[in-house]
Nanobody, 120 residues
Framework: VQLQASGGGLVQAGGSLRLSCAAS????????MGWYRQAPGKQRELVAV???????NYGGSVKGRFTISRDNAKNTVSLQMNSLKPEDTAVYYC???????????????WGQGTQVTVSS
């Protein structure tokens, strides 16, 4: 089971980017899916998470600017990032709780990370 992220890049402040992440491999179910980020010298922090039922939660600094969504049929999660600020610059990681079997415990899977750079 793996997650493949795409969509990072360089954008000017005020611009937009869209990140996508696809899960592949043998799996029974995907529970929560989300995005985290880590800036240089800082701890990894939650950006947004979405449950299989579509309930969302956002980190305080991105509320109102970022939108997380998922397609359960395609096993994908996306992050639409608007009104980007230089402080959003970080490596963004997708994450998912992927269960291989019905009785499996929580299994956090991480994508490879994609760089987002916002210039001022």
């Amino acid at each position: 089971v793996q997650l493949q992220a795409s969509g990072g890049g360089l954008v000017q402040a005020g611009g937009s980017l869209r990140l996508s992440c696809a899960a592949s491999g043998s799996m029974f179910r995907i529970n929560d899916m989300g995005w985290y980020r880590q800036a240089p010298g800082k701890q990894r922090e939650l950006v947004a998470v979405i449950t299989s039922g579509g309930i969302t939660n956002y980190g305080g600094s991105v509320k109102g600017r970022f939108t997380i969504s998922r397609d359960n049929a395609k096993n994908t999660v996306s992050l639409q990032m608007n009104s980007l600020k230089p402080e959003d610059t970080a490596v963004y990681y997708c994450n998912a709780d992927i269960r291989r079997f019905s009785f499996s415990p929580r299994n956090d899977v991480w994508g490879q990370g994609t760089q987002v750079t916002v210039s001022s």
